[in-house]
């Protein structure tokens, strides 16, 4: 089976569940002369499934996974950590919920190309069968087992 079908079957097992929003910058602009702070706002939804964001009609890698956060001060140990609640604040100020689920710099990833033995992201053939790379150090596994699993786990 290829990976378009393998997602079109995700879908059907998926359908009826909630979508988590995915999220991205909003270009910088002025208001009355004043800059504004930056901002994440909401350019659509997908299932996350492991490191896969299986949309309605395309099928993403996951980026940064953060919880939406109204801005505070706060005391941080670790630039990252500051860094972090920033990104979260960002996300708030872009119009998602608090503690909602944001992902964002999420990367689209290209069917077609895979479907031409060519890798896109976590996916890639592996003697004509579609597989993933789940983990950075992990081998990839057969694409269809990987679903299969993971949506076991729902």
């Known amino acids: 089976m290829d990976a378009s ?8 097992r998926l359908a009826g569940s ?4 995915l999220g991205d910058w909003a270009a910088a ?6 800059g504004r702070a930056p901002r994440i706002v909401p350019v659509g ?4 499934v492991g490191v896969l964001l299986i949309g309605d009609a395309r099928v993403y890698a996951t980026g940064e996974v953060l919880r ?4 505070a001060i706060r005391g941080y140990t670790a630039q990252a950590q500051r860094e972090r609640s920033e990104r979260a604040a ?4 872009g119009g998602f919920s608090e503690g909602e689920v944001v992902h964002v710099g999420a990367a689209l990833i290209d069917l077609d190309a895979l479907a031409r033995g060519e890798a896109s ?3 890639s053939l592996v003697s004509g069968i579609p597989h993933v790379q789940w983990s950075t150090t992990g081998a990839p596994r057969r694409l269809a087992d990987y679903l299969d699993e993971q949506l076991a786990l729902r």
Request: glycine fraction near 6%.
């Open 5 to 12: 079908a393998l997602f079109e079957a995700a879908r059907a």
């Open 68 to 71: 939406a956060r109204a801005e």
């Open 45 to 48: 939804s997908a299932w996350h």
């Open 29 to 34: 602009r002025k208001l009355l002369g004043f």
């Open 18 to 21: 909630p979508q988590e929003r």
């Open 90 to 93: 960002a996300a708030a100020r």
């Open 121 to 123: 992201g976590p996916l």
